[in-house]
């Protein structure tokens, strides 16, 4: 009342007064974050371990609420998640990553990931190529990395896997290479619908991941650098917290109940 009747009897409308701005651990980085998040779409996480490792001492959700209100902003129309039982289906999708120089030659780099659909574990291969023979060795890597597979296998038609598709994919005419190994190991490769990316929506999410968390703005001296780095990031990722389960990959793997391999085969990275 005092404060009313105080204004009420001055001619003067009244002014607020600014209040000084509380200083934030993150005032010395926001511009390098700015900068990132302008020459790429990286994760928060990925700004929140770049500006750590240059002395940053304050918590990761400061840097994720800022990334958030710095971020450009754009609308992603909501998709109905399927979720498969344990053992029952993985995704697998190719992305390509830019180039390399590879003895003083420019190469195109392929990036390969396979993701179990209970657990979302992880795997990713970095290669030169994405002929069927490489791409069948990426599988057994992956196996050999998850410890089995699972009982049905999502694919894009791509040439690697499908020459020619039919309305039942009995009928259909695959590639002869690709034919042959799913029929050894007995899975059922699956193809999603063409023109809809959202029917293998956790491979999908888990390439542009690999790209925003991993490979954008990385530093990377050779392949064989480039896999190392790879390892660590993995090892990571997949035991942390996934943003969807709310449960650790690893350790929903131990309830996946996948099908074994009868023999180890020779692998790139190994699973620690």
């Known amino acids: ?14 002014t607020s007064k600014k209040r000084k701005r509380k200083s934030s651990k993150l005032d010395n980085y926001k511009d ?35 990334v958030r209100s710095v971020r450009p902003k754009i609308g992603v129309p909501a998709v109905y998640r399927y979720e498969t039982k344990p053992g029952k289906q993985s995704q697998v999708d190719w992305g390509e990553c830019g180039k390399i120089e590879i003895d003083g030659k420019i190469r195109k780099l392929y990036c390969f990931a396979m993701v179990l659909g209970y657990s979302r574990i992880r795997y990713v291969e970095f290669t030169l190529s994405i002929d069927a023979s490489t791409f069948i060795q990426c599988h057994l890597n992956a196996f050999d990395f998850f410890g089995g597979y699972t009982e049905e296998i999502l694919y894009d038609n791509i040439k690697q896997i499908i020459i020619k598709r039919a309305i039942k994919s009995t009928e259909s005419e695959w590639n002869s290479q690709f034919e042959q190994f799913f029929r050894h190991f007995g899975f059922t490769p699956r193809l999603c619908r063409p023109y809809r990316p959202q029917t293998k929506g956790k491979i999908e999410s888990t390439i542009g991941f690999v ?26 990722v997949n035991s942390n917290i996934h943003g969807t389960t709310q449960e650790i990959p690893e350790v929903r793997l131990k309830v996946e109940n996948l099908n074994l391999i009868g023999m180890p085969h020779v692998h790139r990275l190994q699973r620690t």
Do not use: C
């Not at 790209?211 to 990031?233: A, I, P, T, Y």
């Open 32 to 66: 390098y974050i700015i900068s990132r998040l302008n020459a790429h779409p990286l994760t928060a996480s990925r700004i929140y371990r770049e500006i750590k490792d240059e002395g940053f001492t304050g918590k990761y959700t400061i840097v994720k609420d800022f």
């Open 211 to 236: 790209k925003r968390d991993f490979f954008m703005g990385g530093n990377f001296s050779s392949l064989s650098d480039l896999d190392s780095q790879l390892v660590s990031w993995l090892k990571r």
């Open 1 to 14: 009342r005092r404060t009313v009747r105080k204004y009420a009897k001055t001619s003067v409308p009244p």
